[in-house]
């Protein structure tokens, strides 16, 4: 079984330009969650998406961030237009179930993130 | 707000050594932690996890303690080997929190032959 998988692995891109982020979760995960890893600081949540639904986007720190997950499959993070604290290393994560589901069906898996860079 | 963090950024142990990896927490309500191993090019691999109703876990070479009274959560790995090398972070959840994780800021744990 194939696991979560990001696109692109790198980006650099300048300050004001746009940069969607995709991500592909474990087929049939109806969860999917957004993080990201800022100058070398904690892992933080950006969102949490229910197959197509937004549950969650407490996490997302503005406006110049969009988050879609049309038709409950891959997801896309835009970031528009991208400023230099945007840099840093974007997670996603999908789980099958919630965590009163028991471990075996709320455990994160994490994809290997996007390492995005703004000059 | 609610944070985990870790006492140690850096940790190095020699190889065969037992480790020992803090982390401290502050959402009383948080009843689900993780320890997560990411290395370098990776995203978080899950390692062991612990419920607030229990106070230890074991696994493979490794042992989770939970101390609730000062909100303490430490990972043990025993006879650390060369391929233990990476950074390990805790996280917490709470049951109707949507499963989302907070983390710490992560330790680095070096294994030295």
């Known amino acids: 079984e194939a696991g979560v998988t990001q696109f692109p692995s790198h980006s650099v891109i300048e300050k004001g330009q746009t940069v969607t982020l995709r991500c592909d979760p474990i087929s049939g995960h109806d969860n999917l969650y957004w993080y990201r890893r800022v100058m070398g600081k904690e892992i933080k949540f950006l969102l949490h998406f229910v197959k197509e639904s937004k549950q969650d986007e407490s996490g997302m720190p503005n406006n110049r961030f969009l988050a879609e997950r049309t038709g409950g499959t891959y997801s896309t993070l835009k970031v528009q237009p991208a400023e230099l604290e945007d840099s840093g290393v974007y997670f996603c994560a999908s789980s099958q179930g919630f965590l009163t589901s028991g471990r075996a069906l709320n455990e994160q898996f994490f994809g290997p993130g996007t390492r995005l860079t703004v000059l | 707000g609610e944070s985990v963090g870790l006492h140690l950024p850096t940790l190095s142990v020699q190889e065969g050594d037992n480790s020992i990896i803090n982390c401290a927490y502050s959402n009383s309500a948080s009843d689900y932690f993780i320890w997560y191993k990411q290395e370098s090019g990776k995203g978080p691999q899950f390692i062991i996890d612990?419920?607030?109703?229990?106070d230890k876990r074991q696994g493979q070479r490794v042992t989770v303690l939970l101390n609730k009274t000062v909100k303490h959560l430490s990972l043990q790995i025993a006879a650390t080997q060369p391929g233990d090398s990476a950074v390990y972070f805790c996280a917490e959840t709470y049951t109707g929190g949507g499963n989302k994780l907070t983390f710490g800021t992560g330790t680095q744990l070096k294994v030295e032959l």
């Open positions: 612990i419920r607030s109703n229990m």
